[in-house]
């Protein structure tokens, strides 16, 4: 009988990140001050970030130990069980087989404390007291919460307003974990009470909270600045799932012919596939392995944005990155996978992507909770509304093997589970849940804005 779910030892947690800078097919272009347009140094980070993390940010070594006393606390869940889909694939009438590592099973419920732990760690070595940061959906902000509270420190989390109210039970969580939740745009920073000026209902972004959180770090002496994606380090600490995906694979004798993960900033989707890249890019993958980035229609940064520099952040206090963007002007629909509503990318992603070696599609969140909504009725875990467009592509392409009967083996990333989702749940079941799209021209409207700010931009519209 086939395995439905494969576990490892604990022995078996990842001793060390796997960094793909060192083998990307092109330098990642440089950071650039928007007024001079000089590369801005990795240095002139640490005035937001722990230096540990810096030289993670910018580091050629392809492997960096985990520190000891973070693989302590990875050991609370992982490592995270790898499942074969049997009951889907049933129900699909596929020959494809399809696997999916499950991040939920983590205190937070999905896999951003794999990095959330290291940041806290990093910065708990080097004195700071008390930790800021944005949430979309609410993930992010409760495992930096939790990475704090194990490592004695405070956590401010600006989280954005849309989220704040649809899921309140997220920032109970993070409360009970001793962080203190402002829904953002909030009066706690001059750039927040600045957007309230100007539209007192703005229901917020991850830009403004971004702006939000390193404003609050940067104007107090004891406190530093976390992202939860899109740079370097972060998606560098997420490589324990997929590092531990392969030696489950290799326990299978299976090897994954597509590999799917949502995108917000591409720190879960870019854990997972960035091991195998490297068995690819060494000679060890023994399949030409695809890799897709799975978005939201209603945040098209990669399928229908532009590549450019850009800001992290609404207010410019970032420097200029090269990236998929739809703009740091662009505030996206109040979709229900919040974690999703990012104007940019990783820009590793993004450089991949250009290659051609990474490929992505966007779909609208009524096919994607349609996904969500059979996993849960085969396979039992309701997902989040961010991994419900990777369920989606594993499905379509499941679907696809039927038609021409290639029995391709399907891995999907569901980085976390779904149940303070409830809403989002309870409005795709009454049939009230908007398919939003971001319309070209609206993306159009918004790089033309960049344009003007930016002439010297390389950007056709
Ligand atoms: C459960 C979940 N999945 C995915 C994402 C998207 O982020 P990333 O692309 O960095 O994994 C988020 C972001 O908040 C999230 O909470």
Redesign the pocket.
């Known amino acids: 009988m086939a395995s439905r779910k494969i576990m490892l030892d604990e022995e078996e947690i990842p001793k060390q990140w796997y960094s793909i800078l060192s083998d990307l097919p092109k330098p990642l272009p440089p950071m650039l001050n928007p007024e001079t347009r000089e590369p801005v140094p990795p240095q002139a980070l640490e005035a937001v970030f722990a230096k540990e993390l810096v030289k993670q940010e910018a580091s050629r070594e392809r492997w960096i130990t985990i520190p000891e006393e973070v693989r302590e606390v990875y050991r609370l869940w992982r490592p995270t069980p790898l499942y074969r889909a049997i009951n889907l694939e049933k129900a699909l009438k596929t020959p494809a087989k399809i696997y999916y590592k499950y991040e939920g099973v983590s205190p937070p419920g999905?896999?951003?404390p794999n990095t959330a732990v290291a940041q806290a760690y990093y910065n708990m070595k080097e004195g700071t007291k008390r930790l800021t940061t944005e949430t979309?959906?609410g993930?992010?902000g409760s495992a930096l919460a939790f990475g704090c509270m194990l490592f004695g420190m405070k956590s401010t989390i600006y989280m954005v307003k849309a989220s704040y109210y649809q899921k309140p039970y997220r920032r109970v969580m993070m409360e009970t974990w001793g962080a203190e939740v402002f829904p953002s745009p909030s009066e706690k920073t001059k750039f927040g009470t600045k957007v309230l000026e100007d539209d007192p209902e703005c229901s917020g972004s991850l830009g403004i909270s971004i702006s939000e959180a390193v404003e609050d770090a940067v104007t107090h002496e004891d406190a530093k600045y976390t992202l939860?994606?899109?740079v370097n380090h972060v998606l560098l600490h997420q490589t324990v799932v997929g590092q531990e995906t392969q030696k489950q694979m290799e326990l299978l004798d299976d090897y994954p012919d597509l590999i799917a993960g949502?995108?917000?900033?591409?720190?879960?989707?870019s854990g997972l596939y960035w091991p195998f890249y490297y068995d690819k890019v060494s000679g060890k993958s023994p399949k030409e392995t695809e890799f897709l980035a799975v978005e939201s229609t209603a945040c098209p940064k990669v399928t229908r944005g532009y590549y450019t520099y850009d800001h992290g952040d609404s207010a410019r206090m970032t420097p200029l990155v090269k990236m998929h963007t739809l703009s740091h002007m662009f505030v996206p629909p109040p979709i229900h996978a919040?974690?999703?509503r990012y104007h940019g990318m990783a820009p590793t992603l993004c450089l991949l992507k250009e290659e051609g070696i990474v490929k992505s599609k966007a779909y609208n969140q009524v096919k994607t909770f349609e996904a969500a909504t059979l996993f849960a009725k085969t396979e039992g875990i309701l997902p989040?509304p961010?991994?419900a467009h990777a369920i989606k592509a594993a499905v379509d392409e499941a679907l696809e093997c039927k038609k021409t009967g290639e029995k391709k083996t399907i891995l999907f990333l569901l980085?976390?589970h779904g149940y303070f989702d409830m809403q989002a749940y309870d409005d795709y079941n009454s049939g009230k849940l908007p398919p939003y799209e971001y319309p070209k021209e609206k993306v159009e409207e918004s790089m033309r804005k960049l344009k003007a700010l930016y002439p010297w931009l390389d950007v056709k519209i």
């Open positions: 999905s896999h951003k979309g959906a993930q992010w939860g994606s899109v949502c995108i917000g900033g591409g720190s879960s989707f919040g974690g999703l989040a961010e991994p980085c976390g």
